[in-house]
């Protein structure tokens, strides 16, 4: 499996996560390329034992596999990408999308203080090519919106647009069917399936990231590819409900035990 790099913006400084393959990236929020070098290029470190010293302290008590890291912070870092597609002039062609992309920018700025240069847009209406929402943009937002996060900050993906589903061919699917989004260029590159998604934006998460997904499209309910479900009725009360097959088939085994 490839392994992603993280490489610093050669302008702003900003953590950028490279992709498998790329050999430069360019930062969402001062738009400066950073070219990479070829990682093969760099030396392995030295397999080497090192000198043991007889004066050296002894090794601290490793903590407990058990044991749970500190609380993170209650204020940390704001970040956001925002999508809007209305497909204008196809026969996708949606209302409104745009503008509620524009609605919550507003909300997240003026109700949840997030600095405007945080907020990354993605709209057929943005001039810089970088943030029309086409395939390849959309995964470079979803990239970003994740990069180096640390305990405490607070992410937010919102996506309002076409969504869609394709058929499930690894077996981790419920119904048999992969959730997708469907960005600007889909027709001709293809979706983002909720597989890449979760790989993207969920899994890399550290503990005490918090990550808010708010997705306005078909079939977006397991978009993220999580674990479980939660349904809420009219009285607003939950129910959970375990997603991947095998959490099922192990819900599901649970009174035959007994």
Not at 94 to 107: H, P, Q, S, T, V
Not at 188 to 214: C, F, S, W, Y
């Amino acid at each position: 499996m490839a392994t992603l790099m993280l490489v610093n913006c050669s302008n702003c400084r900003t953590p950028l996560q490279l992709p498998p393959g790329a050999r430069s990236i360019r930062c969402a929020l001062c738009h400066a390329v950073t070219n990479v070098a070829d990682p093969r290029s760099v030396p392995p470190p030295s397999s080497a034992p090192q000198p043991h010293s007889s004066s050296a302290p002894p090794p601290a008590n490793l903590p407990s596999p058990y044991q749970q890291p500190p609380p993170p912070s209650s204020h940390g870092r704001k970040r956001a990408v925002i999508c809007g597609i209305s497909y204008r002039y196809s026969r996708h062609e949606l209302k409104g999308c745009i503008n509620d992309a524009k609605c919550m920018r507003y909300l997240l700025i003026n109700k949840f203080s997030f600095p405007p240069d945080s907020i990354l847009m993605l709209t057929e209406e943005e001039t810089d090519p970088y943030r029309i929402p086409t395939k390849h943009n959309l995964r470079m937002a979803l990239y970003w919106l994740v990069q180096g996060c640390q305990p405490g900050d607070s992410l937010l993906f919102h996506y309002s647009g076409h969504g869609s589903r394709q058929r499930n061919y690894n077996g981790d699917e419920v119904d048999g069917y992969d959730e997708t989004l469907c960005p600007l260029d889909f027709e001709t590159q293809g979706m983002i399936v909720d597989d890449e998604i979760n790989a993207t934006i969920v899994r890399p998460l550290p503990h005490g990231v918090k990550l808010h997904a708010i997705i306005d499209a078909c079939h977006s309910g397991t978009v993220l590819d999580l674990p479980f479900l939660c349904r809420m009725n009219r009285i607003g009360s939950r129910t959970h409900f375990g997603h991947a097959v095998r959490m099922y088939s192990h819900i599901l085994s649970i009174p035959l035990l007994f």
